[in-house]
């Protein structure tokens, strides 16, 4: 067969990751292609020391790739919304197939992207987009093609895990962690992207499009970030058995007569027992629960240069081996056909129902207890664990944490503003989701 000539945009991290393990497994890339995959140009602004790119063509101007006429697969990884967008629009006019390991770009910008490449009969891959070298999006479009998705939950930011696994276990600053991600190439290039749940998000959207069918969403999603989540809420987490992971959650409702799908990102905590409580450092992993399978689970390194690469270049296999199919014979861009993609409802945060961890700094004296327990009964809030701590030297508060029943969002938040309320309790209440992923 013909071989099949690729052009990689961008040469940082990941663009020198895919560059050289295509070089380094050229043979068993090939072979399991049944062609010859070339990489025909590299388009970057810059050489990156990681990668010798020998004598490849190197394109300063990156639009020249998608405009020449020698490539039929142009490989995205420069990154954002504003140059790669641009480019990708360019080189689906020009008839090239893309492969991406863009999540903000599929996230806030494929509904049109797809729109686009259907029309134009190309595709569009980005098995890298969501947690780098795990194959989710393979998994959940076509090897759970069988099923009805309950729900799925995945770890799916490396650099927020990294930070909260080194807080917990080395009692490192929050800070001193982060600089280390980036340094590793974990982080995004504006790392509040990780720690705010925004890059969490984006790759959210994009596994619930394909668990549910329906077009992405982005603007949809509840997000909520770890930046706040203090070393002592970890501590006591774990007295009671449970770890604190920063969680994407996308889940038909459960709650009675509500009907929709919960697209959330938020610090959860969760038994300790579970598998997923247990991936730590850049580790990523996502649970997806299907009527016919049941829980399963993908584990694996969810960023880094040659994990991502590897994702991208299993893309670039499956668009080689299909490249001359007919392209009503592809699977779909969001795994189900573009006709049958439909609006599904999503739920405000507000009418989400989750189990909560509460912490409240409680005056040490009689009746207290009664009066928060009093509050929390009068929304239907029961308590199913609670434990009270010595007060800190020099300290009238003593801390009170409790784990609640699962309550809808907007009963707990009633709560949590009387309890504020409340003379006995200073500052606010700590509130955390849980949810047992059984
Ligand atoms: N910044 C991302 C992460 C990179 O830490 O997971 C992979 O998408």
Redesign the pocket.
Known sequence: MKPVKIGICGLGTVGSGTFNVIFRNQREINARAGCDITIAQVGARRDNPACDTGDVSVERDIFAVARNPEIDVLVELIGGTTIAKDLVFEAIANGKHIVTAN?ALIAEFGNEIFAAAEAKGVSVSFEAAVA?GIPIIKAIREGLAANRIEWLAGI?????NFILTEMRDKGRAFADVLVE?QELG???ADPT??VEGI?AAHKLVILASLAFGMPLQFDKVFTEGISNIAPEDVAYAEELGYRIKHLGIARASQAEGVSGIELRVHPTLIPEKRLIANVDG?M?AVLVKGDAVGPTMYYGP??GAEP?ASSVIADIVDVARSIHADPSHRVAHLAFQPEALSDINILPIAEVETAYYLRLAAQDKPGVLSQVASILSDDGISIEALIQKEANEGEEVVPLILLTNRVVEKALMAAVARLEDLQAIEGSVIHIRMESLG
């Open positions: 999540k780098g799916i930011n490396g650099t927020g991600a974990y982080a995004e992207f990780d890059d850049v990523n969810g960023a991502t």
